[in-house]
Protein backbone atom coordinates (compact mmCIF):
# COMPACT_ATOMS: atom_id res chain seq x y z
CA UNK A 1 0.00 0.00 0.00
CA UNK A 2 1.50 3.60 -1.08
CA UNK A 3 -1.44 5.62 -0.76
CA UNK A 4 -1.17 9.96 0.35
CA UNK A 5 -1.78 9.31 3.65
CA UNK A 6 -0.50 5.67 4.61
CA UNK A 7 2.65 4.22 3.21
CA UNK A 8 2.79 0.25 4.40
CA UNK A 9 5.79 -0.64 6.89
CA UNK A 10 5.60 -4.33 5.91
CA UNK A 11 5.63 -3.79 2.32
CA UNK A 12 9.15 -1.40 3.10
CA UNK A 13 10.18 -4.38 5.44
CA UNK A 14 9.31 -7.45 2.46
CA UNK A 15 11.37 -5.04 0.30
CA UNK A 16 14.14 -4.38 1.99
CA UNK A 17 14.68 -7.94 3.33
CA UNK A 18 14.28 -9.40 -0.44
CA UNK A 19 16.71 -6.94 -1.82
CA UNK A 20 19.45 -7.69 1.39
CA UNK A 21 18.81 -11.51 0.34
CA UNK A 22 19.60 -10.74 -3.55
CA UNK A 23 16.25 -11.12 -5.36
CA UNK A 24 15.32 -8.41 -8.22
CA UNK A 25 11.97 -6.72 -6.97
CA UNK A 26 9.57 -5.87 -9.13
CA UNK A 27 7.54 -3.29 -6.36
CA UNK A 28 3.74 -2.95 -7.50
CA UNK A 29 2.15 -0.66 -5.57
CA UNK A 30 -1.10 -0.29 -4.98
CA UNK A 31 -2.00 3.65 -4.47
CA UNK A 32 -6.16 3.29 -3.62
CA UNK A 33 -8.31 1.57 -1.46
CA UNK A 34 -10.48 0.47 -4.90
CA UNK A 35 -6.74 -1.31 -6.42
CA UNK A 36 -6.13 -2.47 -2.55
CA UNK A 37 -10.02 -3.90 -2.40
CA UNK A 38 -9.78 -5.57 -5.49
CA UNK A 39 -6.43 -7.02 -4.87
CA UNK A 40 -7.47 -8.80 -1.98
CA UNK A 41 -10.68 -10.07 -3.44
CA UNK A 42 -8.43 -11.28 -6.52
CA UNK A 43 -5.68 -13.16 -4.50
CA UNK A 44 -8.35 -14.40 -1.85
CA UNK A 45 -5.82 -12.59 0.94
CA UNK A 46 -7.09 -10.21 4.24
CA UNK A 47 -3.88 -8.57 4.63
CA UNK A 48 -0.96 -6.84 2.32
CA UNK A 49 1.84 -6.38 1.15
CA UNK A 50 1.53 -10.20 -1.04
CA UNK A 51 4.96 -11.39 -1.89
CA UNK A 52 5.88 -13.37 -4.91
CA UNK A 53 9.02 -15.52 -6.02
CA UNK A 54 8.71 -16.81 -9.68
CA UNK A 55 5.24 -16.84 -9.91
CA UNK A 56 4.43 -18.53 -6.40
CA UNK A 57 2.45 -16.42 -3.56
CA UNK A 58 4.62 -16.43 -0.31
CA UNK A 59 2.41 -14.65 1.56
CA UNK A 60 2.76 -11.61 4.38
CA UNK A 61 5.86 -10.12 5.63
CA UNK A 62 6.24 -13.25 8.59
CA UNK A 63 5.52 -15.74 5.60
CA UNK A 64 8.39 -13.82 3.50
CA UNK A 65 10.62 -14.52 6.64
CA UNK A 66 9.86 -18.15 7.21
CA UNK A 67 9.95 -19.14 3.83
CA UNK A 68 13.52 -17.30 3.76
CA UNK A 69 14.18 -19.47 6.94
CA UNK A 70 14.47 -16.18 9.61
CA UNK A 71 12.78 -16.16 13.10
CA UNK A 72 9.55 -14.50 13.36
CA UNK A 73 8.55 -12.72 16.29
CA UNK A 74 5.16 -14.49 18.42
CA UNK A 75 3.81 -11.34 19.69
CA UNK A 76 2.72 -13.62 22.77
CA UNK A 77 5.89 -14.95 23.72
CA UNK A 78 7.29 -14.46 27.04
CA UNK A 79 10.51 -11.92 26.83
CA UNK A 80 12.90 -10.40 29.08
CA UNK A 81 13.75 -7.96 26.27
CA UNK A 82 11.95 -4.80 27.01
CA UNK A 83 13.67 -4.86 30.77
CA UNK A 84 17.35 -6.03 29.55
CA UNK A 85 16.61 -2.80 27.42
CA UNK A 86 15.72 -0.67 30.42
CA UNK A 87 18.68 -1.52 32.47
CA UNK A 88 21.17 -1.59 29.78
CA UNK A 89 20.18 2.22 28.91
CA UNK A 90 20.12 3.40 32.66
CA UNK A 91 23.34 1.71 33.10
CA UNK A 92 25.22 3.44 30.28
CA UNK A 93 23.30 6.90 31.03
CA UNK A 94 24.66 6.31 34.74
CA UNK A 95 27.81 5.79 33.32
CA UNK A 96 28.17 8.69 31.12
CA UNK A 97 26.89 10.72 33.98
CA UNK A 98 29.86 9.76 35.87
CA UNK A 99 31.84 10.92 33.17
CA UNK A 100 30.84 14.04 33.05
CA UNK A 101 30.69 14.77 36.12
CA UNK A 102 34.10 13.15 38.02
CA UNK A 103 36.05 12.37 34.54
CA UNK A 104 35.59 8.24 34.93
CA UNK A 105 32.52 6.62 34.22
CA UNK A 106 33.60 4.12 37.15
CA UNK A 107 32.23 5.75 40.45
CA UNK A 108 30.64 4.24 43.57
CA UNK A 109 27.64 7.22 42.44
CA UNK A 110 27.39 5.50 38.94
CA UNK A 111 26.37 2.73 40.41
CA UNK A 112 23.56 5.26 42.92
CA UNK A 113 22.63 6.59 39.58
CA UNK A 114 21.96 3.60 37.87
CA UNK A 115 19.39 2.33 40.58
CA UNK A 116 17.77 5.89 40.41
CA UNK A 117 17.56 6.25 36.86
CA UNK A 118 16.07 2.75 36.58
CA UNK A 119 13.69 3.91 39.03
CA UNK A 120 12.77 6.64 37.01
CA UNK A 121 12.49 5.20 33.45
CA UNK A 122 10.33 2.04 34.87
CA UNK A 123 7.81 4.72 36.29
CA UNK A 124 7.63 6.13 33.83
CA UNK A 125 6.95 2.78 31.27
CA UNK A 126 4.18 2.32 33.90
CA UNK A 127 2.43 5.45 33.72
CA UNK A 128 2.16 5.28 29.69
CA UNK A 129 -1.36 3.53 30.68
CA UNK A 130 -1.73 3.58 34.37
CA UNK A 131 -5.10 1.50 33.95
CA UNK A 132 -3.08 -1.46 32.30
CA UNK A 133 -0.53 -1.43 34.76
CA UNK A 134 -2.70 -1.11 38.00
CA UNK A 135 -4.92 -4.32 36.73
CA UNK A 136 -1.92 -5.95 35.94
CA UNK A 137 0.11 -5.14 39.10
CA UNK A 138 -3.11 -6.26 41.35
CA UNK A 139 -2.34 -9.41 40.06
CA UNK A 140 0.37 -10.19 42.77
CA UNK A 141 1.17 -7.24 44.92
CA UNK A 142 0.05 -8.13 48.57
CA UNK A 143 -0.72 -4.29 49.50
CA UNK A 144 -2.32 -3.23 45.70
CA UNK A 145 -4.78 -6.87 46.73
CA UNK A 146 -5.80 -5.03 50.16
CA UNK A 147 -5.97 -1.52 49.58
CA UNK A 148 -6.48 -1.11 45.44
CA UNK A 149 -5.64 2.40 44.75
CA UNK A 150 -2.34 1.97 45.63
CA UNK A 151 -1.25 0.17 42.58
CA UNK A 152 -2.47 3.65 40.97
CA UNK A 153 0.23 5.14 43.55
CA UNK A 154 3.26 2.84 42.94
CA UNK A 155 4.61 3.89 39.48
CA UNK A 156 4.32 8.05 40.81
CA UNK A 157 6.00 7.00 44.31
CA UNK A 158 8.38 4.73 42.32
CA UNK A 159 9.11 8.10 39.72
CA UNK A 160 9.66 10.26 42.87
CA UNK A 161 11.97 8.29 44.66
CA UNK A 162 14.13 7.82 41.92
CA UNK A 163 14.27 11.72 40.96
CA UNK A 164 14.86 12.75 44.67
CA UNK A 165 17.67 9.82 44.65
CA UNK A 166 19.17 11.72 41.90
CA UNK A 167 18.73 15.40 42.76
CA UNK A 168 20.34 14.25 46.63
CA UNK A 169 17.65 15.90 48.23
CA UNK A 170 14.43 15.08 50.72
CA UNK A 171 16.16 12.12 51.73
CA UNK A 172 13.61 11.86 54.59
CA UNK A 173 10.93 11.47 51.75
CA UNK A 174 12.86 9.21 49.40
CA UNK A 175 15.05 6.58 51.75
CA UNK A 176 11.49 5.74 53.18
CA UNK A 177 9.26 5.98 50.12
CA UNK A 178 12.09 3.59 48.10
CA UNK A 179 11.90 0.90 51.41
CA UNK A 180 8.53 0.72 51.86
CA UNK A 181 7.46 0.09 47.93
CA UNK A 182 10.60 -1.94 47.62
CA UNK A 183 10.05 -3.83 50.50
CA UNK A 184 6.65 -5.04 49.55
CA UNK A 185 7.27 -5.66 45.82
CA UNK A 186 9.65 -8.11 47.20
CA UNK A 187 7.75 -10.18 48.99
CA UNK A 188 4.88 -9.92 46.97
CA UNK A 189 6.56 -11.16 43.91
CA UNK A 190 8.73 -14.12 46.33
CA UNK A 191 5.34 -15.13 47.49
CA UNK A 192 3.77 -15.21 44.40
CA UNK A 193 6.36 -16.56 42.45
CA UNK A 194 8.66 -19.06 44.71
CA UNK A 195 6.07 -20.28 47.16
CA UNK A 196 2.81 -20.16 45.20
CA UNK A 197 4.79 -21.41 41.99
CA UNK A 198 2.45 -18.91 40.13
CA UNK A 199 2.86 -18.22 36.39
CA UNK A 200 2.27 -14.22 36.38
CA UNK A 201 3.44 -11.68 33.94
CA UNK A 202 5.11 -8.81 35.15
CA UNK A 203 3.91 -5.36 35.35
CA UNK A 204 7.65 -3.86 36.03
CA UNK A 205 7.72 -2.30 32.76
CA UNK A 206 4.48 -1.16 32.03
CA UNK A 207 0.93 -3.54 31.75
CA UNK A 208 1.38 -4.16 27.74
CA UNK A 209 4.38 -6.03 28.49
CA UNK A 210 5.14 -9.83 28.09
CA UNK A 211 8.13 -10.28 30.60
CA UNK A 212 7.46 -12.94 32.99
CA UNK A 213 7.11 -11.96 36.63
CA UNK A 214 10.23 -13.34 38.58
CA UNK A 215 13.99 -12.64 38.76
CA UNK A 216 13.61 -9.88 37.32
CA UNK A 217 11.06 -7.80 39.02
CA UNK A 218 12.64 -9.21 42.39
CA UNK A 219 15.54 -7.30 41.36
CA UNK A 220 13.84 -4.51 40.80
CA UNK A 221 12.56 -4.38 43.93
CA UNK A 222 15.62 -5.17 45.84
CA UNK A 223 17.38 -2.70 44.64
CA UNK A 224 15.82 -0.10 45.49
CA UNK A 225 15.65 -1.41 48.98
CA UNK A 226 19.70 -1.75 48.44
CA UNK A 227 19.65 1.58 47.52
CA UNK A 228 18.00 3.34 50.54
CA UNK A 229 19.74 1.62 52.78
CA UNK A 230 22.74 3.09 51.21
CA UNK A 231 21.93 5.97 51.38
CA UNK A 232 20.67 5.74 55.09
CA UNK A 233 24.11 4.26 56.13
CA UNK A 234 25.82 7.21 54.23
CA UNK A 235 25.87 10.82 55.36
CA UNK A 236 24.44 13.53 53.46
CA UNK A 237 26.56 15.19 50.96
Known amino acids: MMMPDHV ?66 DPKALTYTPVVAVFAITALMALATSQAVSGTPFTVQAVQWFI ?13 D ?40 LRWLSIPVALFIGTIGAVSVFKAVYIERRTLKCACVGGDSNVPLGFISLTENVLMVAMALWMLARPAM
Open 130 to 169: LDSFSSMFLGYDLLAQRWVPYARVYPFAEGLAGVLMIAGT
Open 8 to 73: CPYGLKAQHLLRSKGYAVDDRWLTSRAEIDAFKAQQGVETTPQTFIDGQRIGGYDDLRRHLGLRVR
Open 116 to 128: AFSMCVLAMLKLR
